[in-house]
T-cell receptor
Framework: DAGVIQSPRHEVTEMGQEVTLRCKPI?????LFWYRQTMMRGLELLIY????????DSGMPEDRFSAKMPNASFSTLKIQPSEPRDSAVYFC???????????FGEGSRLTVL | AQTVTQSQPEMSVQEAETVTLSCTYD???????LFWYKQPPSRQMILVIR??????QNATENRFSVNFQKAAKSFSLKISDSQLGDAAMYFC??????????FGGGTRLMVKP
């Protein structure tokens, strides 16, 4: 398996623009997580899905953030409109069952100017 | 809520020497999992080692071993024979069987040649 695949690896955009980050989990994994990593806050869980259904989005910072998982092999994290404070590395991770090993993607580095 | 604390923001070690990274956590659960993840400059989060709380024996993976003290809620990582490739951010993480990963703030390890 190719692992968790995220795109884009790097995104530079201007304040106010819409940003869409994409994730393809490992086939067969039933949980998918979105994390945000910043120097100030470390790794924060934003939202997670189980069998494509959002379970806990309490970590989503604002209404500007939304996430979807239309099928078992694809998820998006959207920020609209983006702000400079959204600059961070966003990780997607997946796991089969909560007791399994969590596999991370390589992250998407977002810079909002 | 569970918390994970890494009290050493930075550590350094001489190549071939041994270094220990500290981690403490707070929980009222008796059954849980503990992890150490490595994040090199490439950003990829890599699982280094995992410990189940019900196992008394400390986990070991090649040059990496843990000192798990359940009563003290301590979970330190020992890296023996340090190599230049060990330089990275190391994150301690906790998870109850039914819950999500909670990460510590990370420790940056520098390896001196």
């Amino acid at each position: 398996d190719a692992g968790v695949i995220q795109s884009p690896r790097h995104e530079v955009t201007e304040m106010g623009q819409e940003v869409t980050l994409r994730c393809k989990p490992i086939s067969g994994h039933d949980y998918l997580f979105w994390y945000r990593q910043t120097m100030m806050r470390g790794l924060e869980l934003l939202i997670y899905f189980n069998n494509n259904v959002p379970i806990d989005d309490s970590g989503m910072p604002e209404d500007r953030f939304s996430a979807k998982m239309p099928n078992a092999s694809f998820s998006t994290l959207k920020i609209q409109p983006s702000e400079p404070r959204d600059s961070a590395v966003y990780f997607c991770a997946s796991v089969q069952g909560l007791a399994g090993e969590l596999f991370f993607g390589e992250g998407s580095r977002l810079t909002v100017l | 809520a569970q918390t994970v604390t890494q009290s050493q923001p930075e550590m350094s070690v001489q190549e071939a020497e041994t270094v220990t990274l500290s981690c403490t956590y707070d929980t009222s659960e008796s059954d849980y999992y503990l992890f150490w993840y490595k994040q090199p400059p490439s950003r990829q989060m890599i699982l280094v080692i995992r410990q189940e709380a019900y196992k008394q024996q400390n986990a070991t993976e090649n040059r990496f071993s843990v000192n798990f003290q359940k009563a003290a809620k301590s979970f330190s990582l020992k890296i023996s024979d340090s190599q230049l490739g060990d330089a990275a951010m190391y994150f301690c993480a906790y998870r109850a069987p039914w819950d999500m990963l909670t990460f510590g703030g990370g420790t940056r390890l520098m390896v001196k040649p």
